[in-house]
């Protein structure tokens, strides 16, 4: 579990209604099954409308990243490579061969797959950057997914708090109670701004950011793949490959914004 964007989402709510209730506020005054109802019911379907099965699918998923990303440990792969080309330089590259069937990072497996059977160094970074390319765009798919639900829950907040007003009008015969119907009426326009602002959007950006980390990822043991192919000295590898490390986060890959 990432806790920081659970504790983000929570901060958020708690800072809200903090708020609220430090003005005089009642609690059960932000509770409105019938806004809850018209802003979330009302984006999940223009969700719907807006992807295919195949994409809205994958939802799970991109909450995954989001709340649980996958362990990346790029120090670990560059003393990998670093190893590999030690290899290389020692027995020649067929001696990558089981490297190639057995090391647990697919995108590893798939370089080394490439070097082992002789392919040349263009086609080879050809192949693997068209991959890289690939899942960047996957990642920008479960992005847009949020982004999308944040720009259309604000709109269905407006919608219900319109809703709401309408039937206020209906009930102006009863002017004692034009307050609190006005007060709930706008709940649905907090719902869906709020949910835009605490959910939707920050795990859009959240799963951006995990995107460009693995692929930063991707990246590097493209280079350091190349250079394993190269048979380079194992020293110089790790140099090379640990400019894309950032120095201060122990090991983490530069641009891992959270």
Do not use: C
């Amino acid at each position: 579990m990432d806790i920081t964007t659970l504790i983000g989402i929570i901060a958020g709510f708690a800072a809200l209604i903090g708020g609220f209730l430090w003005e005089g506020g009642q609690a059960g005054g932000l509770l409105q099954g019938a806004a809850a109802l018209i802003v979330f019911g009302g984006t999940a379907a223009a969700v719907m409308i807006s992807f295919p099965w195949k994409r809205l699918r994958t939802v799970p998923t991109a909450l995954k990243m989001a709340f649980r990303p996958q362990p990346m440990q790029p120090q670990q792969l560059i003393d990998d490579l670093a190893e590999m080309s030690h290899t290389a330089r020692r027995s020649g590259m067929l001696a990558l061969e089981k490297i190639a069937d057995t090391h647990e990072d697919s995108f590893m497996r798939e370089g080394l797959g490439l070097i082992v059977d002789g392919s040349d160094q263009p086609l080879i970074r050809q192949i693997l950057e068209l991959e890289i390319d690939k899942r960047q765009d996957r990642f920008d798919n479960y992005a847009k997914i949020f982004e999308s639900a944040g720009g259309y829950a604000p709109t269905m907040g407006i919608i219900g708090t319109v809703m709401g007003l309408i039937r206020v009008l209906g009930s102006l015969a009863e002017p004692a109670n034009l307050g609190s119907s006005i007060a709930v009426a706008f709940i649905a326009t907090l719902y869906g701004v709020a949910s835009a602002n605490l959910i939707f959007l920050p795990i859009a950006s959240k799963i951006r950011a995990r995107g460009d980390e693995e692929v930063r990822v991707m990246e590097m043991m493209l280079e350091g793949l190349l250079s394993v192919q190269n048979a380079e000295n194992p020293n110089l590898v790790r140099k090379k490959l640990a400019t894309y490390l950032d120095e201060d986060s122990d090991g983490q890959v530069v641009g891992a914004d959270f």
